[in-house]
């Protein structure tokens, strides 16, 4: 009689965690190419701005009285925009490829994924911008430290407005996000970034009731610019105010696509 020989038990797969899950979608993200095209599509456009402006700027102009950081970063306002259009595509462009099936059913509870996609978000961008933000301003400066923009690091409000803007632009490419979490399409999320975030506040503000004013400072876009400068804006909202209000956005958009994703198929 000759005994059987033992099958070795198979290997215990590893437990699935909110790290593991944060590592693939680190390496997703930086495997894309649409990732890199956006990230230096922006960085091109703050550096490039910053340096035009800082090399055409005179004294006698119609910017001697805008903000130095302001004036510095003109060219984030177009930055964002791209780096708005990578946060979509974080998402809904998973949805457009199909790739989200194939993520959400290695992560069955499914908001891990979307956690863990903002994370990786928020972390790049708000290290690629600030950094970004630094070079723009000593790159500026070069040029403007013989006129009446010239300014250091270490001037009050000025490392205050570079870490503010970027966090400003992050959290604008949260909200956009969320939005293209919650909508699955990346030419609607767009439409609904640009028209909802970027339009509906110059529309507001337009029109002829004070109540409007008001509402207005704190949108997205309003209250980013109070953060990214260095000096009080005459009727804006404070610095802690917009950025209360940034936050609140963010995760009201991100709030969204949560409950589809536990109540709606990928």
Request: aromatic letters at 6%.
């Amino acid at each position: 009689m000759t005994t059987p020989a033992l099958t070795p038990p198979a290997p215990a797969a590893p437990a699935l965690t909110h790290a593991r899950v944060v590592r693939s979608e680190w390496h997703k993200l930086w495997t894309l190419r649409s990732t890199w095209i956006t990230v230096l599509t922006s960085t091109a456009l703050v550096l490039g701005v910053g340096i035009l402006m800082g090399a055409t700027y005179t004294s006698d102009g119609g910017d001697s009285d805008v903000d130095t950081v302001v004036l510095s970063l003109y060219g984030s306002q177009l930055g964002g925009i791209a780096l708005a259009v990578l946060g979509i595509l974080v998402t809904a462009g998973e949805y457009a490829t199909g790739m989200i099936r194939a993520s959400l059913t290695a992560v069955p509870r499914r908001l891990p994924v979307l956690w863990a996609k903002a994370t990786v978000f928020t972390t790049a961008v708000l290290a690629l911008t600030l950094l970004t933000n630094l070079l723009t301003f000593l790159a500026a400066q070069a040029f403007l430290s013989d006129t009446d923009q010239a300014a250091s690091l270490t001037d009050d409000g000025v490392l205050a407005a570079l870490a503010g803007n970027a966090a400003g632009l992050t959290l604008l490419g949260l909200i956009a996000l969320g939005l293209g979490a919650a909508l699955r399409s990346v030419p609607g999320a767009i439409g609904a970034f640009v028209g909802g975030v970027l339009i509906v506040p110059e529309v507001l503000g337009m029109l002829p009731y004070e109540a409007m004013d008001t509402v207005v400072r704190y949108f997205p876009t309003q209250a980013a610019g109070v953060l990214g400068s260095a000096a009080p804006l005459p009727g804006a909202a404070s610095p802690a105010a917009a950025l209360l209000a940034l936050v609140l956005w963010a995760a009201a958009a991100l709030a969204v696509p949560a409950l589809l994703l536990r109540h709606r198929d990928a």
